[in-house]
């Protein structure tokens, strides 16, 4: 199991931008492929964004294309998701997840979120 702790999140106005960081611990960073997710009172986790163990590969929800950008620095064991253009609809716990399979990504391990509110 590897150990996540994510950091960043907070108040920000419609426009404004963030990033989230995911700080992990316990194995070889390089081997997971790191995600985020994001949910809301009374629904579901929803995908947010998935980077590969490289860091070469990475995949968006539909809703965040063009918005975030996930990355990561292997040598801090971090990953990171700057998110700009900030929208209402962004308002969520924020959570890190990491998979050795980043088809499997949502069956790996999890931070603890980090809330992200956007005010309009």
């Known amino acids: 199991q590897v150990q996540l702790v994510e950091s960043g999140g907070g108040l920000v106005q419609v426009g404004g931008s963030l990033r989230l960081s995911c700080a992990a611990s316990?194995?070889?960073?390089?081997?997971?492929?790191m995600g985020w997710f994001r949910q809301t009172p009374g629904k579901e986790r929803e995908f947010v964004a998935a980077i590969s163990g490289t860091g070469f590969s990475t995949h968006y929800a539909d809703s965040v294309k063009g918005r975030f950008t996930i990355s990561r620095d292997n040598a801090k064991n971090t990953v990171y998701l700057q998110m700009t253009r900030l929208k209402p609809e962004d308002t969520a716990v924020y959570y890190c997840?990491?998979?050795?399979?980043?088809?499997?990504?949502?069956?790996?391990?999890w931070g603890q979120g980090t809330q992200v509110t956007v005010s309009s």
């Open positions: 997840a990491a998979s050795l399979n980043i088809v499997k990504i949502s069956s790996g391990s």
């Open positions: 316990g194995r070889t960073f390089s081997n997971y492929a």
